[in-house]
T-cell receptor, first 116, second 115 residues
Framework: EAGVAQSPRYKIIEKRQSVAFWCNPI?????LYWYQQILGQGPKLLIQ????????DSQLPKDRFSAERLKGVDSTLKIQPAKLEDSAVYLC??????????????FGAGSRLTVL | AQSVAQPEDQVNVAEGNPLTVKCTYS??????LFWYVQYPNRGLQFLLK??????LVKGSYGFEAEFNKSQTSFHLKKPSALVSDSALYFC?????????????FGRGTQLTVWP
């Protein structure tokens, strides 16, 4: 099966600019996640979707970050305006349907953001 | 509050020797536990998970992990390391009582296996 697709792989912007990342999960995976991975740290959940509804966005800095998952498939994560501390790898992941806490997440390769 | 600790930033072992990557966790209820591996410029890949039953879990590429409830640990092990095992390893935990709950990751342990 095809994996989780993410684009762009790399992005360099200046602070206060905006950026958008795109994710296409594995076909049929109802749950989609966006994680932020800062260098030297483990991934931190930003937002979790179940189909096209938000399950958990408690750690999303909503003054600058937004995300949507139209039609319960693709998702876009936007940052506007970007700050220096937003420099990180943004990982998208998806998991199979079913309310199981033991579901395995399948990750994309990530989008590396550098804010200058 | 849920958290994961990986006390070693780096583990170095010689090829052919056994390896252990340590993980301890804290959850309010019973845990689901996971190990993921990340190779350079790649996303995280699933290695193994503990759900219930046998405390020794076997996973991909010859890795295994032992769940120890009394010590709240889930150490990753392999009897004989390969150079190709060199990567960044992440332990993760989810509270069993939260079916769609957040997965918490440790900060990762860089494993280097030298020839």
């Amino acid at each position: 099966e095809a994996g989780v697709a993410q684009s762009p792989r790399y992005k360099i912007i200046e602070k206060r600019q905006s950026v958008a990342f795109w994710c296409n999960p594995i076909s049929g995976h109802a749950t989609l996640y966006w994680y932020q991975q800062i260098l030297g740290q483990g991934p931190k959940l930003l937002i979790q979707f179940q189909n096209n509804g938000v399950v958990d966005d408690s750690q999303l800095p909503k003054d600058r970050f937004s995300a949507e998952r139209l039609k319960g498939v693709d998702s876009t994560l936007k940052i506007q305006p970007a700050k220096l501390e937003d420099s990180a790898v943004y990982l998208c992941a998806s998991s199979a349907p079913g309310p199981s806490g033991a579901n395995v997440l399948t990750f994309g390769a990530g989008s590396r953001l550098t804010v200058l | 509050a849920q958290s994961v600790a990986q006390p070693e930033d780096q583990v170095n072992v010689a090829e052919g020797n056994p390896l252990t990557v340590k993980c301890t966790y804290s959850v309010s209820g019973n845990p689901y536990l996971f190990w993921y591996v990340q190779y350079p410029n790649r996303g995280l890949q699933f290695l193994l998970k503990y759900i219930t039953g046998d405390n020794l879990v076997k996973g991909s590429y010859g890795f295994e992990a032992e769940f120890n409830k009394s010590q709240t640990s889930f150490h990753l092990k392999k009897p004989s390391a390969l150079v190709s095992d060199s990567a960044l390893y992440f332990c993760a935990v989810r509270d069993r009582g939260s079916t769609l709950g957040r997965l918490y990751f440790g900060r990762g342990t860089q494993l280097t296996v030298w020839p």
